[in-house]
């Protein structure tokens, strides 16, 4: 068997593992980095894609292969989402592009081969899915072939959220000859998350209290609707005072209906509720004009490229009654929001905006930190441990708890191992 890092070595973003048996080829995601969007770099004769979960870093280059139509693999919520996400990403962007190449229709026929699978049989090669935590759907990937096992973890998160469950260990193989794991948080111990829960309600309250605006940018996919779920259980509990508060994303929008048809994939308490994600004390906004300050607004994109959140950050940055929270440990390098909480402003079509508004950071992220890292290696026990998806410091960090349980790897792109 021979694993090929495609990408997601050394770095976040455009993860795609290729797996290699005599009989068959399968990748492990197929994901497009942050700021490539159309770029095609990997293999494209796969007999099967296994997509791990929606982020389009592990699902967004799907649609160079919209012709090629090879099975794409995946939970039913990671489909839904991901056709979404790819018909918004050709309308956006062919809308800056003539030359784009990819349609509407090229989406939808990714939704047509896709096998809502939890368990796949190819020649000479087993396939099981497991829940992975992260987000809505996320898998974990275990592969069998000849006496060979690897587990591919994707993202993934061991503790429970508000939403969602964290990922069991218990039914994963043990003892695989290759667990392939991310390493976003190699290096890093959080806080437990009721605490970050609480000083992030603390700081909605003090920007409350100053009645300034609070901006928290997320990705429409899973953080926006626990973002707003979160906010709207604590007005209902009385945690936080009544205040105006919005999502802005139509995507966002879209998606938050497919939560509500598929709560299966949730906590039993979210189960329990009719429609979960329709909100009591947020409401959804199609532009910023519509605003009535102040206000606390959960929008798009993520990282403050563009949209609503980048439009906010333009508007709010300059008063020092207003709030940012960002909710992700992770932010590119050309991200207006890293500039403005590291370099206190931020670059605007050419003119440079001072930033006064504080910003926190605040990790409440899907991810394992480095003590879960460690506690999967242990409860597993792997032979051979590659690490990818986490920059070159936060997997040598982790590599260092590690080596004494595990023969570690951290990969280059392009690099092939044998096992
Ligand atoms: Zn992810």
Same mark, same amino acid.
Not at 314 to 319: G, H, Q, R, S, V
């Given at each position: 068997?021979?694993?090929?890092?495609?990408?997601?070595?050394?770095?976040?973003?455009?993860?795609?593992?290729?797996?290699?048996?005599?009989?068959?080829?399968?990748?492990?995601?197929?994901?497009?980095?942050?700021?490539?969007?159309?770029?095609?770099?990997?293999?494209?004769?796969?007999?099967?894609?296994?997509?791990?979960?929606?982020?389009?870093?592990?699902?967004?280059?799907?649609?160079?292969?919209?012709?090629?139509?090879?099975?794409?693999?995946?939970?039913?919520?990671?489909?839904?989402?991901?056709?979404?996400?790819? #018909?918004?990403?050709?309308?956006? =962007?062919?809308?800056?592009?003539?030359?784009?190449?990819?349609?509407?229709?090229?989406?939808?026929?990714?939704?047509?081969?896709?096998?809502?699978?939890?368990?796949?049989?190819?020649?000479?090669?087993?396939?099981?899915?497991?829940?992975?935590?992260?987000?809505?759907?996320?898998?974990?990937?275990?592969?069998?072939?000849?006496?060979?096992?690897?587990?591919?973890?994707?993202?993934?998160?061991?503790?429970?959220?508000?939403?969602?469950?964290?990922?069991?260990?218990?039914?994963?193989?043990?003892?695989?000859?290759?667990?392939?794991?991310?390493?976003?948080?190699?290096?890093?111990?959080?806080?437990?998350?009721?605490?970050?829960?609480?000083?992030?309600?603390?700081?909605?309250?003090? &920007?409350?209290?100053?009645?300034?605006?609070?901006?928290?940018?997320?990705?429409?996919?899973?953080?926006? =609707?626990?973002?707003?779920?979160?906010?709207?259980?604590?007005?209902?509990?009385?945690?936080?005072?009544?205040?105006?508060?919005?999502?802005?994303?139509?995507?966002?929008?879209?998606?938050?209906?497919?939560?509500?048809?598929?709560?299966?994939?949730?906590?039993? %308490?979210?189960?329990?509720?009719?429609?979960?994600?329709?909100?009591?004390?947020?409401?959804?906004?199609?532009?910023?004009?519509?605003?009535?300050?102040? &206000?606390?607004?959960?929008?798009?994109?993520?990282?403050?490229?563009?949209?609503?959140?980048?439009?906010?950050?333009?508007?709010?940055?300059?008063?020092?009654?207003?709030?940012?929270?960002?909710?992700?440990?992770?932010?590119?390098?050309?991200?207006?929001?890293?500039?403005? %909480?590291?370099?206190?402003?931020?670059?605007?079509?050419?003119?440079?905006?001072?930033?006064?508004?504080?910003?926190?950071?605040?990790?409440?992220?899907?991810?394992?930190?480095?003590?879960?890292?460690? #506690?999967?290696?242990? %409860?597993?026990?792997?032979?051979?441990?590659?690490?990818?998806?986490?920059?070159?410091?936060?997997?040598? &960090?982790?590599?260092?708890?590690?080596?004494?349980?595990?023969?570690?790897?951290?990969?280059?792109?392009?690099?092939?191992?044998?096992?």
């Amino acid at each position: 068997m021979k694993i090929t890092i495609h990408g997601g070595a050394r770095e976040i973003g455009g993860s795609c593992i290729g797996v290699q048996t005599e009989d068959c080829k399968v990748a492990l995601d197929y994901g497009t980095k942050f700021e490539e969007s159309s770029s095609n770099q990997f293999p494209e004769d796969f007999d099967a894609v296994i997509i791990s979960h929606a982020h389009l870093d592990h699902s967004g280059q799907l649609l160079s292969l919209s012709k090629k139509k090879p099975v794409i693999v995946g939970s039913k919520i990671t489909r839904e989402v991901t056709v979404a996400l790819l #018909q918004d990403m050709v309308k956006v =962007q062919s809308k800056n592009d003539y030359n784009y190449p990819y349609f509407k229709h090229n989406a939808n026929a990714i939704r047509e081969h896709w096998w809502i699978r939890d368990y796949v049989a190819l020649p000479g090669m087993t396939i099981k899915l497991h829940p992975a935590g992260h987000v809505a759907g996320a898998r974990m990937t275990s592969i069998h072939s000849k006496n060979k096992e690897v587990l591919y973890t994707g993202d993934f998160c061991v503790h429970d959220s508000e939403i969602l469950e964290g990922c069991k260990t218990q039914p994963l193989p043990k003892k695989p000859n290759v667990l392939i794991t991310e390493s976003t948080y190699g290096g890093k111990v959080r806080s437990p998350r009721s605490e970050l829960i609480d000083e992030f309600f603390r700081q909605i309250l003090a &920007a409350m209290e100053r009645k300034g605006n609070v901006l928290i940018p997320t990705f429409a996919f899973h953080r926006n =609707q626990e973002m707003a779920k979160r906010i709207d259980d604590a007005m209902k509990k009385g945690v936080l005072p009544r205040y105006n508060v919005y999502t802005i994303s139509n995507l966002a929008n879209k998606i938050t209906n497919t939560f509500n048809e598929n709560k299966e994939c949730f906590t039993k %308490k979210i189960q329990r509720q009719k429609q979960p994600f329709n909100y009591s004390h947020v409401k959804h906004l199609y532009r910023t004009g519509q605003i009535k300050e102040p &206000a606390v607004v959960i929008c798009t994109s993520g990282f403050g490229h563009a949209g609503a959140s980048l439009q906010l950050l333009k508007d709010w940055a300059e008063d020092e009654n207003n709030s940012v929270i960002l909710t992700s440990g992770y932010l590119p390098p050309d991200s207006p929001l890293k500039s403005a %909480k590291e370099e206190r402003r931020f670059r605007n079509n050419g003119d440079m905006i001072s930033v006064k508004a504080e910003i926190e950071q605040i990790e409440l992220s899907g991810h394992a930190d480095q003590l879960e890292l460690v #506690q999967m290696v242990e %409860k597993l026990k792997p032979e051979r441990t590659i690490l990818v998806h986490g920059d070159i410091e936060q997997a040598q &960090a982790l590599s260092e708890e590690i080596e004494e349980m595990t023969e570690v790897c951290i990969p280059e792109k392009g690099e092939t191992i044998d096992i």
